[in-house]
């Protein structure tokens, strides 16, 4: 008894941790542009432990994200006083040999006044990192204007590009309008590039070449 | 190419790719019903958003579609997570006032919020090196998995391998 009831489920085991790792492998992978949705499809159907398994690997990645502030005061406290944290240089300067000026702005809510408003502004040449109460973060590109409205500061209005890397909430979502448009919060990471009247917006991660 | 694109240009992507995405949310969410229902989400957002031209337009419907299901796992969790604190309470309630009870299940969930917060920090901190700076600079500064590896000195490779050590032990965190 002992001896059939062991190995089996140490197999049941062996084979659970075997297809989470593969929902690993598939939740990684999703950040990539070029991420395989037809794949991913065909992993998913072929057995309904699949899903399962991902819903677990997709809900452990949103516990992280929602407590991703607490976790990182309590990992790094002093690091956080002495040295604020700031994000390499995006692909806008990437190339171009621009002396990069960074400033870091912590937006806070306003207790006061029902409209809270702030703007930021970037000279050519300078980009700014925008910190929101929620743990959202913003990389303003050179030359371009954002004004970050509303109590839950989720209402913005962008002229020129930004690379935004927003906490997703589902009860307040985020609102972008850029050039005529009106971008909602797309989950996670994206960037808003406009030049000559056109927006587009590139979801996910951008892969920096070097 | 991706800047011909109007809001006209997502409705045509929606239109050739319907089908396919009511295939993978099925499949996704295992239920042919809750896809439907997630496609016509889909469908609004894409309509009442005007949103303009997107880089690839597939990739943001299923993106889009990705997010929704995620919502309403979420969704599914916290009820889940309120009714657990509700029938705990239940147990020695000696209050049949639904707005104290209310209360304690907020401090209870409070509770269980700072524990999580305290089991994944912990579990942070105990991660092998390697893992332990691969997480930290991908999920809370906030990285890229290619900007990761650029600051580690490793292949985006190792970073993926990084990342699964530690999601593994923050899994175990949070289960035992």
């Known amino acids: ?210 | 190419m991706a800047d011909m694109q109007g809001p006209q240009g997502l409705e045509q992507i929606y239109t050739e790719h319907r089908a396919g995405l009511l295939r993978f949310l099925t499949a996704r969410t295992g239920s042919a019903a809750e896809a439907e229902d997630i496609v016509q989400e889909v469908w609004l957002r894409l309509r009442g958003g005007g949103i303009g031209p997107v880089d690839n337009g597939r990739a943001y419907l299923y993106r889009i579609a990705q997010n929704l299901v995620l919502d309403r796992l979420r969704a599914r969790r916290r009820r889940e997570q309120r009714d657990r604190a509700w029938t705990q309470l239940e147990m020695g309630a000696s209050d049949h006032d639904e707005e104290a009870r209310d209360t304690r299940a907020n401090a209870q969930e409070a509770l269980e919020e700072r524990e999580e917060v305290a089991r994944l920090t912990s579990a942070i901190a105990n991660l092998p090196e390697g893992a332990r700076r691969a997480f930290q600079l991908h999920k809370i500064d906030g990285l890229s998995h290619g900007e990761v590896a650029e600051r580690l000195g490793i292949s985006r490779s190792g970073v993926e391998k990084h990342m699964a050590v530690a999601m593994k032990y923050l899994r175990r965190a949070l289960t035992d």
């Open chain 1, 1 to 210: 008894m002992w001896s059939r009831q062991g190995p089996g489920l140490q197999w049941c085991r062996t084979m659970s941790d075997a297809i989470f790792d593969q929902a690993l492998a598939w939740h990684h992978k999703q950040e990539d542009d070029d991420f395989d949705w037809d794949g991913f499809t065909v992993w998913l159907e072929a057995d309904p432990a699949h899903r399962l398994a991902f819903d677990e690997v997709a809900l452990l990645d949103a516990r992280i994200d929602d407590h991703r502030d607490q976790i990182d005061a309590i990992l790094s406290p002093t690091a956080q006083a002495h040295q604020p944290y700031v994000r390499p240089a995006r692909k806008w300067l990437a190339g171009g040999g621009i002396a990069a000026a960074l400033a870091l702005a912590i937006g806070l809510p306003m207790l006061s006044g029902k409209d809270p408003v702030q703007d930021y502004r970037t000279a050519a040449g300078q980009t700014q990192q925008i910190a929101l109460a929620d743990g959202s973060r913003i990389a303003l590109a050179p030359f371009s204007h954002l004004r970050v409205a509303g109590e839950d500061q989720n209402d913005m209005q962008l002229e020129g590009s930004a690379y935004f890397d927003i906490r997703h909430r589902p009860e307040r979502p985020m609102t972008i309008r850029a050039g005529g448009q009106q971008i909602y919060d797309i989950g996670t990471r994206f960037d808003i590039l406009q030049s000559a009247g056109t927006v587009r917006v590139a979801v996910a991660e951008v892969s920096c070449a070097g």
